[in-house]
């Protein structure tokens, strides 16, 4: 589980950090949350979903077909689509919510990336005037705009909510136990789309939701490149592993202690 502690120069001045060499601490999120303004992109090369959160609906990447698998990081590390998802590209940085409502800056202590002194390829997290150094800077810039990013988000997915065109999503895989539904995914409802009485079309197009519900339909078609990772991942695997596991997709590092947290 990721440990994060607010950087600040008396907890951090003296030590380095390395960048993650890859991203085999994704290894077992079977989808990741995305925020508005990389849905664009994201959507030309993974399959997008909504995950229910509490009350709220959330776009996210799939990235598996199973509980605890992400088919897009392979053995080594290395991740497997054209696309990597705002939600690791920082890590193992992220931003916190201080108890004056401030955003602070964090570093997971869990990721073994931390150095108590300089050496190697260790980066400082300050300068020599105790200033964030320029990478750091760079990171919180980066947060901050994905931060900015999720109010757009909710909105756009309260506006899909409130007109009914968010539906369940059912999935079915085959494997060696035969055929598997996977759940709790969801995903827009064309023909309610299609049927939106022209005052609601103009609200959702308003709350920059018309954008979000064609992305997520355009970016189905990915769904079949999962199914292939996950025949090449059970060939790869031993007899006793080739099975997938049953149960519905974890969804819970969505709401807490997760790479990225929707409040």
Partial sequence: MPEFEAITPASHGGKTWRASPGYAFAAHDAVAALVMPEI?????????????????????????????????????GRWRADYIPAAYRAYPFALAQAPDGQQVLCFDRASGLLQDGPGGDGQSFFDADGQPAERITQILQFLTQ???????????????????????????????????????????????????PADALGAVRDAGALA????????????????????????????????????????????????????
């Fill in 146 to 196: 994905v931060q900015a990013g999720r109010a757009a988000t909710r909105q756009a997915c309260d506006a899909l909510r409130q007109h009914g065109l968010i539906a369940p999503w059912p999935v079915r895989i085959q494997n060696d136990a035969g055929a598997q539904d996977v759940q709790g995914l969801f995903r827009i409802d064309e023909q309610a789309l299609n049927e939106l």
């Fill in 40 to 76: 664009p992109r994201a959507c030309l090369y993974l399959p997008l979903a909504f995950a229910q959160v509490d009350d709220q609906y959330a776009p996210v990447a799939v990235q598996g077909l199973a509980p605890g698998q992400n088919l897009l990081v392979d053995a080594g």
């Fill in 212 to 263: 979000l519900a064609y992305c997520q339909l355009l970016s189905m078609q990915h769904l079949q490149r999962l199914g292939a990772l996950a025949r090449e991942h059970a060939i790869q695997q031993t007899s006793a592993a080739m099975r997938t596991p049953t149960g519905d997709l974890d969804l819970e590092f969505l709401n807490s202690g997760g790479t990225i947290k929707f409040h």
